[in-house]
Nanobody, 121 residues
Framework: QVQLVESGGGLVQPGGSLKLSCVAS?????????IGWFRQAPGKEREGVAC????????LYGTSLKDRFTISRDNAKKTVYLEMNNLKPEDTAVYYC?????????????WGKGTLVTVSS
């Protein structure tokens, strides 16, 4: 069974940083999958944040996020990271890890339960 578990969320002040982690279950071949981070703010649709290819050679980011967010992966640890810098209140959302990316959320089968990021002073 595929399981993805996010961690690292929390309360941070504007301008601060957080690093999220997504750990895959032992039965999931993370090294053969694109992995994406998505987020969903209250009252809004889930949107793509970042996507990393199988070999980590290619990354994609949501609009205007590339200069503040960095996605990376460590296949040996079955973990994908999302480093977020210079956080803004509008980054407040539940952040989800998904076993695919580069397509609309409704076409992705496997998700973590999410980790809440709150940016507030």
């Amino acid at each position: 069974q595929v399981q993805l578990v996010e961690s690292g969320g929390g309360l941070v002040q504007p301008g601060g940083s957080l690093k999220l982690s997504c750990v895959a279950s032992a039965g999931f071949t993370l090294d053969l999958s694109r992995i994406g981070w998505f987020r969903q703010a209250p009252g809004k649709e889930r949107e793509g944040v970042a996507c990393v290819s199988v070999g980590a050679g290619r990354t994609l980011y949501g609009t205007s996020l590339k200069d503040r967010f960095t996605i990376s992966r460590d296949n040996a640890k079955k973990t994908v990271y999302l480093e977020m810098n210079n956080l803004k209140p509008e980054d407040t959302a539940v952040y989800y890890c998904a076993a695919d990316c580069g397509r609309p959320p409704k076409y992705i089968d496997y998700w973590g339960k999410g980790t809440l990021v709150t940016v507030s002073s």
